[in-house]
């Protein structure tokens, strides 16, 4: 709960930046630059060096893998979207990942879906339809290219967590976020050097608040919080857990940014909780075998 909560609170903080004249390549890697130190001193801290050391390069590289595919593409298509559409929505529909997860589960050890999961599927994304469209051909318009930025960034967010469940059993969850975190900051780096991108900032009294927040309260904090309640929880309960993640977000937007969501994009909201939720009842109530 404390790491959805801390995740949901990065679109308020990122649209404020934004505002205040803060460029997406700019914050993404401050971000990065800013949270990694933190991150490995916190690691050496609560498990020693050999937490870090001791990992097998098969660890490292799929721990990287997932740290691209999450904190590098996946944040910089999410950065991307909350430029063009609310933090509520952003939020609603990165929450989708969980059925992603279930797709992801069900491709790795090749057994279909049972009906009773394809109907929790179709209910979250008959959600996602109404979060996107509101039922309205103007809010689809406006929501169109940002969703799909989401939708894109959730499916990197699915990667991060079932690789996770996977690695976290043999790794640190702390190392597992720290060779993750360090791996996107790589390659954020570089791309900042190689297109040449502009350092565009503002460090006023408010920006510095605002990114101490983004760093820490949505970034450092969520990220150890998370990991740990994987390692913990498993990658499909923790993801449900996470619902408190949306309503964290639509509360926040609609008292700092003035965000206000349709009755069609609430039901949309409903839907999709409720299918996460569905999906996993049917989990734990799947017959184990002797």
């Not at 990065?32 to 870090?52: D, E, H, K, N, V």
């Not at 990287?64 to 999450?70: D, L, S």
């Not at 976290?168 to 040449?196: F, N, P």
């Amino acid at each position: 709960m404390i790491g959805a909560m801390g995740f949901a609170s990065k679109g308020v903080f990122a649209k404020a930046l934004y505002a205040d004249g803060w460029s997406v390549e700019t914050l993404l890697l401050l971000r990065a630059i800013y949270a990694l130190p933190f991150m490995i001193a916190w690691t050496l801290w609560t498990s020693g060096s050999q937490s870090l050391l001791s990992v097998t390069p098969r660890a490292v590289l799929w721990t990287a893998f997932a740290g691209i595919a999450c904190y590098f593409f996946g944040a910089t298509w999410d950065f991307q979207a909350l430029q063009l559409i609310d933090a509520s929505v952003e939020r609603v529909l990165l929450f989708s990942y969980p059925s992603i997860v279930v797709l992801i589960d069900a491709a790795l050890y090749r057994r279909a879906p049972q009906a009773s999961m394809l109907g929790a599927l179709a209910i979250t994304y008959a959600g996602i339809f109404m979060v996107v469209t509101g039922l309205d051909l103007h809010i689809l318009r406006s929501n169109l290219t940002g969703a799909g930025l989401v939708l894109a960034c959730a499916v990197t967010s699915a990667i991060y967590y079932v690789t996770g469940d996977r690695w976290t059993k043999s790794l640190s969850s702390a190392a597992y976020t720290v060779y993750a975190l360090t791996a996107a900051t790589i390659c954020l780096s570089a791309r900042h050097l190689v297109i040449g991108a502009a350092w565009k900032t503002n460090w006023a009294a408010r920006d510095i608040l605002l990114f101490g927040g983004i760093v820490v309260c949505a970034t450092i904090i969520p990220m150890l919080a998370m990991a740990e309640g994987v390692r913990r929880l498993g990658a499909p309960r923790a993801s449900v857990v996470s619902t408190v993640g949306p309503p964290t977000t639509i509360l926040l937007g609609a008292w700092l940014l003035g965000e206000r969501l349709s009755l069609a994009q609430w039901i949309g909201v409903a839907l999709i909780v409720a299918g996460i939720l569905f999906l996993e009842t049917l989990r734990r109530s799947k017959p184990k075998v002797a």
